[in-house]
C-alpha cells in the first residue's frame, strides 16, 4: 500500500498523541481515519453539488418566476411566460 511522510509541529504531535491515547488507537490509525473521513466527506459534497446543479438546471424557470428579484438583467428576455 502506497505510503505518506506527513509533518506536524511539535504541538499538532502532541496533540495528535494525546488524542490517540484518549481514543485507544494508534497515531497512524487516527491520522488515517480522518483523511478518510475527509475524503468521504469531500466526495459527498461535490455529489450533492452536482445534484442540486442539476436540480436548479431542471427547474431554472420556477426559480426564475419564484425570485424575479434574484434574476440578472436580461435574462428572461425573449422568454415564455
Known amino acids: 500500500m502506497p505510503a505518506l511522510n506527513v509533518e506536524f509541529s511539535d504541538?499538532?504531535?502532541e496533540d495528535l498523541r494525546q488524542i490517540a491515547k484518549e481514543r485507544?488507537?494508534?497515531m497512524k490509525a487516527l491520522v488515517r481515519e480522518a483523511a478518510a473521513a475527509d475524503i468521504v466527506r469531500h466526495?459527498?459534497?461535490k455529489e450533492g453539488a452536482e445534484?442540486?446543479?442539476r436540480f436548479f438546471t431542471a427547474?431554472?424557470?420556477e426559480f426564475a418566476a419564484?425570485?424575479?428579484e434574484d434574476?440578472?438583467?436580461g435574462r428572461g428576455e425573449g422568454r415564455a411566460a
Open 24 to 26: 485507544g488507537t494508534s
Open 71 to 73: 434574476e440578472p438583467p
Open 43 to 45: 466526495r459527498a459534497l
Open 51 to 53: 445534484v442540486f446543479r
Open 59 to 61: 427547474h431554472a424557470d
Open 66 to 68: 419564484a425570485f424575479p
Open 11 to 13: 504541538r499538532e504531535l
